[in-house]
Nanobody, 120 residues
Framework: QVQLVESGGGLVQPGGSLRLSCAASGSIFNIYSMRWYRQGPGKQRELVAIIASGTTNYLDSVKGRFIISRDNAKNTTYLQMNSLKPEDTAVYYC???????????????WGQGTQVTVSS
């Protein structure tokens, strides 16, 4: 079983920065991809950023402001969020996919979510 623990959310003023972290633990053999999603009030969940095989992709509205990274030794992904806007307010979820060596099967695990509020 693979567990994810997120941290780093909070309240920030417009133009400010936050860094989210998501640490994966458990019976991890390999990680294919690490992703960040968000769900704003009254909105559907959307994919914000993904890092896989050394490449990254971003939601258009966050390009140039958010940076996703990964520490392979720690099985951790980070989302550095700069120049935050009120419309970035949402619950942010990490998602990690890979191979579970105990189950000998793919896993698709989700973090518990962390609230990011951008407001003056």
């Amino acid at each position: 079983q693979v567990q994810l623990v997120e941290s780093g959310g909070g309240l920030v003023q417009p133009g400010g920065s936050l860094r989210l972290s998501c640490a994966a633990s458990g019976s991890i053999f390999n990680i294919y991809s690490m992703r960040w999603y968000r769900q704003g009030p009254g909105k559907q969940r959307e994919l914000v950023a993904i890092i896989a095989s050394g490449t990254t992709n971003y939601l258009d509205s966050v390009k140039g402001r958010f940076i996703i990274s990964r520490d392979n030794a720690k099985n951790t992904t980070y989302l550095q969020m700069n120049s935050l806007k009120p419309e970035d307010t949402a619950v942010y979820y990490c998602n990690v996919r890979g191979i579970d060596f105990v189950a000998s099967a793919n896993f698709d695990s989700w973090g518990q979510g962390t609230q990011v509020t951008v407001s003056s």
